[in-house]
C-alpha cells in the first residue's frame, strides 16, 4: 500500500474519532442542559407549592379569628368597654383587668362592696376592658378564655355577677384552669339563670376571642403599665398608695353634688 494511501486512511481515522468526540461532548451538553431544566422545574414547583401553603395558612388563620363580635351592650371606641351601672352617673371609672391576674382580684376584693353601692345608687359607671395580658406573660388561653366568657355573660345580662364569681374562684397565677370552657360553664351555674345552650355555645365557639384580642391591643397601644389599670378622672387610682375605698366614695359622692 502506497504512503500516500496509508496517510489518507489514517487521516479519516482521525476525523472520525474526532466527530465521535464532538458528539460525545454535544450528548453531556444536552443530558447537562436536560437536569438542569429538570431541576429548576422541581425547585419552581417546590417554591410554588411553598407559597400556596403559606397563604392556605394564613387564611385559615383568618377564618380561625373569626369577627370581631362585640358582646351585647358594650360601649366606647370599637365597643371595647362594658358599662355597669346607669349612663347618666356624673363619675366613671374605667377598669383594665384580667381576670387571671392576682392584683385584680385582689383590687376587685378591696372595692367590690363600694363599687356595688355606688353603681346601685346611679352615681357611678363602671367601665370594664377585659385583657389577656396574663396569657402574654405566663402562657396558656385562660385569661383569654375567661374574658370571652365574661362577655358572653354579659349577652346573657349576668356579667357583673359572673365577673365577681369569676374572681372569686381565680386559680393562681401559674394555673392555666380558665382555659377549660367545661370549669367555666361550671362556675357559670353560680350566676342564677346564666348556665343555658346560648351561654355554653358563646363559650364553647369562643364568640368574642377576637373582640378581646383587639381589647389587648388597645391596653397594649395606651402604654399602661400592667392591670389593674384604675382610672378615674384621667389618673390611675390603682398606683396612688393613698386611694381607700373609703376615699374613692367620697370623691364620687362629692362629683354627684355636683
Known amino acids: 500500500m502506497s504512503e500516500k494511501n496509508r496517510d489518507g486512511k489514517r487521516n479519516a481515522r482521525q476525523r472520525l474519532a474526532a ?16 437536569v438542569g431544566v429538570s431541576v429548576v422545574g422541581v425547585l419552581g414547583l417546590a417554591a410554588v407549592i411553598g407559597v ?35 349612663e347618666g352617673a356624673k363619675s366613671t371609672l374605667t377598669v383594665w383587668e384580667d381576670f ?17 353601692e355606688l353603681t346601685d345608687a346611679g352615681k357611678l359607671r363602671v367601665e370594664y376592658h377585659l385583657v389577656r395580658l396574663i396569657d402574654g406573660n405566663m402562657g396558656g388561653t385562660g385569661s383569654l378564655h375567661s374574658a370571652n366568657a365574661a362577655a358572653c355573660a354579659q349577652d346573657a345580662g349576668r356579667f357583673r355577677d359572673f365577673h365577681d364569681v ?3 374562684n381565680q386559680p393562681p397565677e401559674t394555673d392555666d384552669a380558665f382555659a377549660d370552657n367545661g370549669k367555666l360553664i361550671g362556675l357559670a351555674g353560680k350566676v342564677k339563670g346564666l348556665d343555658t345552650p346560648t351561654f355554653r355555645k358563646c ?15 388597645a391596653f397594649a397601644a395606651g402604654g399602661y403599665g400592667g ?17 381607700t375605698p373609703e376615699k374613692l366614695k367620697e370623691m364620687v359622692e362629692s362629683a354627684d353634688r355636683g
Request: contains cysteine.
Open 19 to 34: 466527530e465521535r468526540e464532538k458528539q460525545k461532548s454535544a450528548e453531556k451538553r444536552r443530558r447537562a442542559l436536560i
Open 52 to 86: 400556596i401553603a403559606a397563604n392556605a395558612g394564613k387564611d385559615k388563620g383568618s377564618r380561625n379569628a373569626g369577627p370581631v363580635v362585640a358582646p351585647s351592650g358594650a360601649q366606647g371606641k370599637d365597643s371595647l368597654a362594658i358599662p355597669v351601672g346607669k
Open 100 to 116: 387571671r391576674c392576682p392584683a385584680c382580684q385582689s383590687f376587685e376584693t378591696r372595692y367590690r362592696s363600694t363599687l356595688h
Open 166 to 168: 369569676l374572681y372569686e
Open 203 to 217: 363559650v364553647n365557639d369562643g364568640t368574642h376571642n377576637t373582640w378581646v384580642d383587639r381589647s389587648q391591643q
Open 227 to 243: 392591670t389593674p389599670t384604675v382610672l378615674f378622672g384621667g389618673k390611675n387610682i390603682y398606683q396612688d398608695q393613698s386611694m
